[in-house]
């Protein structure tokens, strides 16, 4: 069955639309042959980029590329590309000039066949980005968290006092981002983890509460995050999603040391997530996009002893 997420994060960027719909119509294609093995090797579609790097995490998990616009699926940004082959980190350096293939599936993207290329030959529709300002109010465990005035999807207002009393679940999103890994996995998530609350019968788990916050203010309307809220069967029982005024916006993300830079038409972004306790205490801080609807599970009941 095909995960309609993938499919319907980027009409809202013209210019997604063609490569979406080539990629589509190659999974539907296959399907009809009924053969599993060929609806798998469907799934995954391919990009040739180009760009340079700018980060290389010590983690060697990922790089960070500011690449070139990928035609038919993204336009130009700097974001963190997923490698999984170790090899592939070989020789490289902050500054160099690469190509790769950027491979996407319904849930996962990640990039391959990495090679040097001159970058005299690269075409980046904006200057280098300058060093990122250290952030001086960064968030820990611990620390409580900071009151907000925010709108849910019903266009009713929402503050940390709505919350108090449950534990919560904060995550940041846009309702654009066409990666799979990055926000719909986020999404993807919160709807799993919505199942198990719903399930429990009693303590802390049953009473928890989850809260995606939108970094994308201009677009993200309590209307378009009504219906993407309900794409994922998201019960405001349990599930808000939230916008606000772009500096009350702001003011989060920086909390949070969450990245947000406009990019030509999309968001170039990193992720944080948090478990904040009935009494608004900050228990714990996922960052990036690894964690597991097991982990929290795992921390809620750890907190409920």
């Not at 940041?172 to 919160?190: E, H, K, V, W």
């Not at 916050?213 to 993200?220: G, L, M, N, T, V």
Request: proline residues 9%.
């Amino acid at each position: 069955m095909l995960n309609s997420r993938f499919f319907r994060r980027s009409p809202d960027l013209a210019i997604f639309a063609p490569g979406i719909a080539l990629a589509l119509g190659g999974v539907l294609l296959f399907a009809a042959c009924g053969e599993k093995s060929e609806r798998i090797a469907s799934s995954t579609h391919h990009y040739e980029a180009r760009g340079l790097i700018r980060g290389l995490p010590p983690d060697h998990k990922t790089i960070d590329v500011e690449h070139e616009d990928i035609p038919g699926f993204m336009p130009s940004m700097t974001m963190p590309f997923e490698v999984r082959e170790p090899r592939e980190f070989s020789g490289l350096q902050i500054g160099e000039a690469i190509s790769f293939r950027l491979n996407v599936t319904q849930q996962d993207s990640w990039i391959d066949q990495i090679r040097k290329i001159d970058p005299v030959t690269l075409h980046l529709p904006t200057p280098a980005p300058t060093a990122r300002p250290v952030k001086s109010s960064r968030l820990e465990e611990g620390n409580p968290m900071p009151k907000f005035h925010l709108i849910d999807q019903n266009s009713e207002p929402i503050t940390l006092a709505t919350f108090l009393g449950h534990p919560l679940i904060v995550t940041f999103i846009f309702t654009r981002c066409p990666i799979p890994n990055f926000c719909p996995r986020m999404s993807q998530n919160f709807a799993e983890l919505q199942k198990t609350i719903k399930a429990a019968s009693s303590g802390r788990l049953a009473s928890t509460r989850l809260l995606s916050i939108s970094f994308d203010p201009a677009h993200d309307t309590p209307a378009v995050l009504h219906n993407y809220g309900q794409a994922d069967g998201a019960d405001p029982s349990v599930w808000k999603l939230a916008t606000g005024e772009p500096a009350e916006i702001e003011r989060l993300t920086k909390a949070f040391s969450i990245f947000v830079q406009p990019e030509g038409g999309t968001i170039s972004h990193s992720l944080a997530t948090a478990l904040i306790d009935p009494t608004g205490k900050v228990l714990k801080i996922w960052r990036g996009n690894t964690w597991t609807p097991a982990e929290v599970r795992q921390e809620l009941e750890h907190d409920e002893k």
